[in-house]
């Protein structure tokens, strides 16, 4: 919405504020053209890789992407952190108990922010009890010592049952787009957490953190 010049786009659109959509709408497609404001960087969130830096703001780049009747191509924005569950269901309904992972975008300040809303996702409660969670993160990469930070607001019908609930709300891995230096050790606490570093990509996965995402927890990240 700020960047004027991309007004009359009709062929592209964001699904929330984070998530740049360019659907096939020809036949025959085999590659698109992707308008990237330049307010922000992009990540592809497919191969997680950069494919557009942040510069002059109201601006735009264009890049020719791979697509066709199989592939929608879709990209994150830099400094968002947007939570997913990546087992194939055959409904939502079923999604509920799978664990989530983290898909954390860097900005140009290697940094980013995001948020879940987490409920029963069957009645009302949340409303009528107060029974629902707002976990935000925070990730800082800007410096040697890097930080990955998690705070909950717990309604006031969760707050005493925390411990109850955390099996279903887990999250299983994190995955950080944008890193320029492969890290030495990732821990919570006193505990060491696995990873995997592709310094090519400038991506990082932390593998299996098994946390909750309705408590409070900090990850340092050392490189």
Known sequence: P????????????????????????APGVVET??????DDRWYDAETLLLVSESGTPGSYNEITVPSDIDTIPVFQRGGS????????????HMMFKDPYTLYIALDSSMKATGSIYMDDEETFDHEKKAE???????????????????VVELGAGWAGHVDALTDAYII???VVMGVQEAPN????GSTAL??????????????KPNISAIADWE????R
């Open 2 to 25: 700020k960047t004027e010049s991309l007004f009359s786009v009709d062929d592209q659109y964001l699904v929330g504020s984070d998530l740049l959509v360019k659907p096939v709408t």
């Open 33 to 38: 053209t992707v308008k990237f404001p330049t």
């Open 81 to 92: 952190i947007i939570a997913r569950k990546l087992r194939l269901r055959r409904s939502t």
């Open 132 to 150: 629902y969670a707002v976990a935000t993160f925070t990730a800082d990469f800007s410096q040697k010592t890097a930080k990955i930070k998690h």
């Open 172 to 174: 299983e891995r994190i």
């Open 185 to 188: 050790s990732a821990d919570i």
């Open 194 to 207: 696995g990873f995997t570093s592709d310094s090519n990509a400038k991506v990082l996965v932390i593998r």
């Open 219 to 222: 990850m340092v990240v050392k």
